[in-house]
T-cell receptor, first 115, second 117 residues
């Protein structure tokens, strides 16, 4: 199946700093990638859709200036959490969209802790 | 957009018994329904999915049933084992899915399945 690789798997940063999370499709080209956020003991919530070569689409309530998404190539999408605050601490996970023959595959996820 | 409701939030069953988790969705145009298993601290893993042209799909101990008229689908796990303990999520696309994937999934709130030895 499709392989999605996400890095880093965990990161601790200070309040006010920025953190970049990378999501790579290893054996396929992805014109679209999805970014989700999952708080402890909660479900996955779609944050934004990353589109190769164009602007990302953000879900209602997600600040686009805080969560910067770049999809510069068909194999790489990045999410940058800018001016991080403790409330941004969460599990961030990317996924490639489902295809006709297989379901959506997720990256390993990134556990972000802002101190 | 799509609204996905999942029940129960917690399910405890004896090892060897069956477990059933149910989800309802709101968008009648949705035609793809995956189920994911997530262990603590790990990524969700697709365990089974169903498309709207069938009413049931089975893979060994796992099965999914779909009732498009009632807009609900269910996950069935038979002969449960300790390694089945995890959080299970259902999901649905926000509108009719026809391949290629233009929209992210809407997830249910999850069911914490506990298998009692």
């Amino acid at each position: 199946g499709a392989v999605v690789s996400q890095h880093p798997s965990w990161v601790i940063c200070k309040s006010g700093t920025s953190v970049k999370i990378e999501c790579r499709s290893l054996d396929f080209q992805a014109t679209t990638m999805f970014w989700y956020r999952q708080f402890p003991k909660q479900s996955l919530m779609l944050m934004a859709t990353s589109n190769e070569g164009s602007k990302a689409t953000y879900e209602q309530g997600v600040e686009k200036d805080k969560f910067l998404i770049n999809h510069a190539s068909l194999t790489l999408s990045t999410l940058t959490v800018t001016s991080a605050h403790p409330e941004d601490s969460s599990f961030y996970i990317c996924s490639a969209p489902p295809s006709r023959s297989q379901g959506a595959f997720f990256g390993q996820g990134t556990r972000l802790t802002v101190v | 957009g799509e609204n996905v409701e999942q029940h129960p939030s917690t399910l405890s069953v004896q090892e060897g018994d069956s477990a059933v988790i149910k989800c309802t969705y709101s968008d009648s145009a949705s035609n793809y329904f995956p189920w994911y298993k997530q262990e603590l601290g790990k990524r969700p893993q697709l365990i089974i999915d169903i498309r709207s042209n069938v009413g049931e799909k089975k893979d060994q101990r796992i099965a999914v049933t779909l009732n498009k008229t009632a807009k609900h689908f269910s996950l069935h796990i038979t002969e449960t084992q300790p390694e089945d303990s995890a959080v299970y999520f259902c999901a649905a696309p926000p509108r009719g899915y026809s391949g290629g994937g233009a929209d992210g999934l809407t997830f249910g709130k999850g069911t914490h399945l506990i298998i009692q030895p």
